[in-house]
């Protein structure tokens, strides 16, 4: 999410294992894990490589979040008191909080953690689970080839949709829900790429 592993990085095991001074076990798990998550893409008798989704796959998972998401936050806009408002309006406190510090990529990990939670507090597991994984990949996708203007979710979108959900106006939630989206995708340049680097002590922080 920091852009410092570009797409297509291979992720040695046995670097990985000297950089973090861990076993190989505890790296394969790491990557299993990743690689179930579409962040890293696991290769036959190759390795690991850090994922590159394309143009057409970022428009695919945008597509589905569209899907999935206007009509979850419509609905809960229905029903509000069935939601824990106080947890969100706490998550947007962090948020706030991680722009005042400049801080990428708690920034974008929180801008994903709180579609997650509005999926989670509907407590419909299978929704979440769905939602919780096209966050990810959206996450990936915004720290690949997202701007520093546009890095995450845009200031207050989050609060504006909250406030329709509390305000139980459904069509204003939904409405508001669209365009958060379509601006996150309008903020992405799937045109940049970088060149897959080598050294992933250097690039991790360890040396």
């Known amino acids: 999410m920091e852009q410092r592993l570009a797409p297509k990085t291979k992720l040695s095991e046995a670097r990985l294992c000297e950089t973090f001074g861990v076993g190989r076990m505890h790296v394969r798990r ?9 962040i890293i893409e696991l290769q036959s008798n190759r390795g690991a490589y850090v994922a590159c989704p394309d143009e057409s796959e970022a ?13 979850l936050v419509r609905q809960m ?4 008191d069935n939601i824990d408002l106080t947890l969100l309006t706490e998550h947007i406190a962090l948020e706030d909080a991680a722009r005042k510090m400049n801080e990428r ?6 801008s994903g953690e709180f579609h997650t939670k509005l999926a989670q507090s509907t407590g419909n597991k299978f929704v ?3 939602m919780r994984e096209l ?3 959206t996450s990936l996708i915004v720290g690949l080839f997202g701007s520093s203007e546009n890095a995450s979710c845009p200031d207050d979108e989050h609060s504006n949709i909250l406030e329709a959900i509390r305000l139980r106006n459904p069509e204003l939630t939904e409405k508001l829900l669209i365009s958060h989206l379509n601006h996150i ?3 992405l340049d799937m045109t940049s790429r970088q060149a ?4 992933l002590a250097a690039i991790l922080g360890s040396e």
């Open 185 to 187: 995708q309008s903020g």
């Open 30 to 38: 790491a990557l299993l894990l990743l690689a179930s998550q579409g």
């Open 105 to 110: 990529t708690e920034i974008i990990r929180l």
């Open 77 to 80: 806009a229905q029903s509000p």
């Open 128 to 130: 979440f689970r769905m």
């Open 59 to 71: 428009n695919d998972v945008f597509a589905a979040r569209m899907l999935i998401e206007p009509p």
């Open 135 to 137: 966050v990810t990949r």
């Open 196 to 199: 897959p680097q080598d050294d």
